[in-house]
């Protein structure tokens, strides 16, 4: 009886440390992906599973179970971030989980020369690819009213010749100048 006891349990370590094993490799073993770089995107308000199924409709892994297990191993589940994310050719499963973890998005800037009309500012966030077009349906004048509410004037001037919009998505940019109205003579 202790013989088949004792054998049971050695089974059962052994069992569990090649699981274990097999785990750790897969976390630390490169996806494979094809392009040197691949862009995802994990949608807002997404869990755990949800996650794991994009990443496998967009390729980056072969299944979820291993990735999901892992995820909740280290407990990482409640911290993932949505966003947009760039992936480097040999990135492993365990550094996409620490990426989602930590929110490192892929973060794009546009720059606006000073002394643009607000029509040609409005052209060149148009032809960003990296911003979300949110007002597409809204009138021109009641963009205006709305940025005359903000204290700016018709024609905007800014201090910095960079800046980033308010209003976009955190995940997308960030603002890094002040917005002053101009001089009007």
Known sequence: MIKRIKKWLWLSLFLTGALLAGLVYYA???????PNSQEISIQANSGLKSIAKQLVRQGVLSEPWRFIFIAKLLNKEAYLQAGEYTLNK???PYQLLLSLNH???TQASITFIEGHTFYQLQTKIKKNDALEQTLVNVPEAEIMKSLARHTLLQRACFSRTRFTL???P???LSC???IYPCKTN
């Open 90 to 92: 040999n990135v492993s």
């Open 170 to 172: 955190a995940t997308r």
């Open 176 to 178: 890094n100048a002040a």
């Open 103 to 105: 929110g490192k998005t």
């Open 166 to 168: 308010i209003g976009i």
């Open 28 to 34: 630390i073993s490169p996806l494979k992906l094809q």
